[in-house]
């Protein structure tokens, strides 16, 4: 018989977080801006040496006011939910955009035998279970299927920023919160199947390095430009640029050392625009570190497509998702890969002349 559930209480005005893997669970709605996602991304690659960008998120909306802007009169116990993701073959100039959404039940979201977060909406299904030692993730669209195990989950990162609390910061404007916790640097293989159009399909197994994030909150901000570095040294940083300037800023040292940091300045080298959306977005970034990085505070990404977005048309939202070059301005040597999103130029007030354009 399965073991009743309940989403887990969370209180942003009394914040406190349990053990990264029962967060892991769903959370329940505390507020009309309640929201929270289950996020991977990884730089992989097949057996032949081809590269691949996957993204993949798994995201709730069990807030009444998110509901309402998703065109939902709030059901007790129900909430929005999408299954979003993104397949980049970079060398087949492959990109594919994975979307789907429902309406679901609570009580639909989790499994406790498994320790697992899921949800079956339209054409898509995921299953991403939260192991002792290890995650695994499935998940089917239509054109493409994960299957994906992940190491090294132990090693959590809780975020922290000027409110001093750790796991949780402000997420944009001074009364949105969010708590947030990363697993930068969980070694990654399985396999990645993508149907092709004459209805064959490829079956290709790869490994990498993925980046995981959880977080959940009361917050309506999605308006930021989000870093993260993938050195090939093992060295990982984050950084959260929001549109009203505030940030959150981590360096995970190669060893392991945890260092935060904000004032970072970030500068605008191109934008991008939404296929379907058509907002632009900032596209390729230098960074000055106020902290030294791997040896020097001078970074710039150069993406590989501008075609890596992540399109919510019921809310007329863009966000550039994709990877890029790391290089380390100090030596113009490449140094890793940097995945980064981005969001509206207007927005964000980042667009050419804009007040925060660098």
Excluded: C
Aim: proline share 3%.
């Amino acid at each position: 018989m399965s073991k009743a559930f309940s989403p887990l209480t969370f209180d942003v005005r009394s914040p406190v977080v349990r053990s990264a893997r029962e967060e892991w669970k769903p959370h329940a709605r505390m507020s009309e801006k309640s929201y929270e996602w289950w996020y991977v991304t990884v730089y992989a690659y097949d057996s032949s040496g081809r590269s691949y960008f996957l993204f993949f998120d798994l995201v709730n909306y069990p807030g009444d006011g998110w509901q309402k802007r998703f065109g939902h009169e709030p059901v007790d116990g129900h909430r929005f939910v999408h299954i979003v993701g993104m397949v980049s073959d970079y060398e087949r100039q492959d990109f594919r955009q994975l979307y789907e959404f429902g309406y679901l039940p609570d009580t639909s979201l989790w499994s406790e035998e498994e320790h697992a977060v899921k949800a079956d909406v339209g054409k898509a299904k995921a299953h991403w279970s939260y192991g002792e030692q290890h995650m695994d993730l499935r998940a089917e669209f239509n054109d493409v299927h994960l299957r994906l195990r992940f190491d090294n989950t132990n090693e959590v990162v809780w975020h922290q920023d000027k409110l001093g609390v750790e796991g949780m910061i402000q997420q944009g404007a001074e009364d949105d919160f969010s708590f947030y916790y990363s697993l930068m640097r969980a070694p990654t293989s399985g396999r990645l199947s993508l149907k092709d159009a004459n209805g064959s399909w490829r079956h290709l197994q790869i490994s990498g390095s993925s980046w995981i994030d959880r977080q959940w909150g009361d917050f309506y901000s999605l308006t930021w430009e989000w870093t993260s570095f993938r050195f090939d040294n093992g060295a990982r940083l984050h950084l959260y640029n929001f549109y009203n300037g505030h940030q959150e800023g981590v360096y995970l040292t190669a060893d392991g050392e945890v260092r935060r940091f904000d004032t970072a300045i970030v500068r605008q080298n191109g934008y991008a625009k939404a296929p379907k959306i058509r907002t632009w977005v900032s596209w390729g970034w230098s960074y000055e570190f106020p902290i030294e990085i791997e040896g020097s505070r001078f970074f710039t990404v150069e993406p590989y497509s501008a075609k890596e977005f992540l399109e919510v048309p019921e809310i007329d939202y863009a966000l550039y998702e994709g990877a890029g070059r790391l290089i380390d301005e100090r030596t113009r040597e490449l140094v890793g890969v940097s995945v980064n999103e981005s969001a509206d130029i207007r927005k964000m007030e980042n667009g050419p002349y804009g007040a925060r354009q660098r």
